[in-house]
């Protein structure tokens, strides 16, 4: 799904997704502090863990994303993370692939990143039962962004792999419930718990 | 000492995701008589039914297009000895392809046709050298197939190592940073 593995995609399309994926960490980088260090460490080994975690869904099989999470609570520091992650599930596990690595991350990332930075202000200063509310509707909107970014880069590359919007409704649309309630259930845990987790967001 | 207390559910988390599954697709293939058959499947996490299946020969024209059925399974009579390479689509980004190299058709290839009359008018008893061939052909076919299905379900598979592997090394990368980070400090004043 969100893993598109090596072959699949055209030369533009992966050098697109490489040069707007470099441009990102490197922004994502510039602007990580100290602090921000062990939370980008611990929600990229998150990501890194959990999406190698796969239920099979009808012809494809789903697995977590966690964009909205890590959006929220990372806000550009998304990039490195996922970066890293897709760079160690590409190299041990042949999941995804290296050339494609560019494009994984921004279609993963960029909603995270995107949605993360409008809706952190809001989560800080919300209730923790609002914030999961919140957190859950930014998390499924981000599987939804994701799919169709994914289907985007796939239809841009070529014919012979079009995709099936049955399949994609199939397989995006429980997975959006699922992010939804494990975005809300994260954010209102932390919310509750260590708050200033979420704080300092840029 | 908080850092430790974070790390904490994510290793309990990766203890129970270990013998868990990455989702990478698989296409496995047979070779049976001129029968090409398989499964498309995702790496421990089940079949891929009713997905696409394109075969083309050795020159990229498409020569066959199925589906595979509710078990991933699929099977291709193939019309005349070729490489053919088979491309699985599941219709979401998953791809994934392999090759039947013409030389397996092997028995197939050999100069006896193989129809019923040939066999009625051989002398009672004796076995013509294509014919040991195709027999077996056919029985290291079947033999093989549990051991090379075991083997592409294996290559592949998360291992618990590797994911703590992984997650380790994640935590050497925030170590460095911070490292430099710090040093990038004590320079600074």
Redesign the interface.
């Known amino acids: 799904m969100a893993h598109i593995p090596d072959g699949v995609l055209s030369l533009p399309v992966l050098v697109g997704g490489g040069v707007i994926a470099v441009g990102a960490v490197a922004l994502g980088l510039k602007k990580i502090g100290d602090e921000d260090i062990p939370r980008t460490a611990i929600l990229a080994s998150g990501f890194f863990a959990l999406s190698l975690f796969a239920l099979p869904v009808g012809p494809s099989s789903i697995h977590l994303l966690l964009g909205g999470l890590m959006g929220i609570v990372l806000g550009t520091a998304i990039f490195p993370a996922v970066c890293v992650a897709l760079l160690l599930q590409a190299v041990m596990f042949g999941f995804g692939g290296l050339t494609t690595l560019g494009v994984n991350i921004v279609n993963i990332a960029l909603p995270g990143a995107v949605i993360g930075a409008i809706v952190a202000p809001m989560v800080q200063r919300a209730t923790p039962a609002r914030a999961a509310l919140i957190a859950g509707i930014a998390s499924a909107l981000c599987v939804a962004l994701t799919g169709l970014m994914v289907a985007a880069s796939l239809a841009l590359s070529s014919a012979d792999y079009m995709l099936s919007a049955r399949v994609m409704i199939a397989t995006y649309l429980p997975l959006m419930l699922v992010e939804g309630f494990v975005g809300g259930f994260c954010i209102s845990f932390v919310k509750r718990v260590k708050p200033e987790l979420l704080a300092g967001t840029a | 000492m908080k850092?430790w207390r974070?790390?904490l559910p994510?290793f309990v988390?990766?203890l129970m995701?270990s013998g868990?599954?990455?989702?990478?697709?698989k296409l496995f293939a047979t070779l049976e008589d001129s029968t090409i058959s398989g499964y498309a499947f995702?790496v421990?996490?089940?079949?891929?039914?009713?997905?696409?299946l394109r075969i083309t020969d050795a020159n990229g024209k498409e020569v066959g297009a199925l589906r595979?059925d509710a078990k991933g399974a699929y099977s291709w009579k193939a019309p005349s000895v070729q490489t053919y390479h088979l491309v699985a689509?599941?219709?979401?980004?998953?791809?994934?392809d392999t090759t039947i190299d013409a030389k397996r058709f092997a028995g197939l290839s050999a100069n006896t046709p193989d129809t019923a009359e040939d066999d009625e008018n051989a002398p009672a008893g004796s076995i013509s050298a294509a014919q040991i061939e195709r027999i077996v052909d056919a029985a290291v076919a079947r033999q093989m197939r549990p051991l090379i299905e075991a083997y592409e379900a294996a290559e592949?598979r998360?291992r618990f190592n590797?994911?703590m592997?992984?997650?380790g090394?994640?935590?050497g990368?925030?170590g460095l940073?911070?490292w430099a980070?710090?040093r990038r400090r004590e320079k600074k004043p």
């Not at chain 2, 421990?44 to 696409?52: E, I, L, N, V």
């Not at chain 2, 689509?89 to 994934?96: E, K």
């Open positions: 850092l974070a790390l994510l988390l990766s995701v868990a599954d990455a989702h990478r697709l995702f421990g996490s089940g079949r891929a039914q009713d997905a696409d595979t689509n599941t219709g979401d980004g998953h791809v994934a592949g998360t590797d994911i592997g992984g997650i090394m994640i935590i990368l925030a940073s911070l980070q710090a």
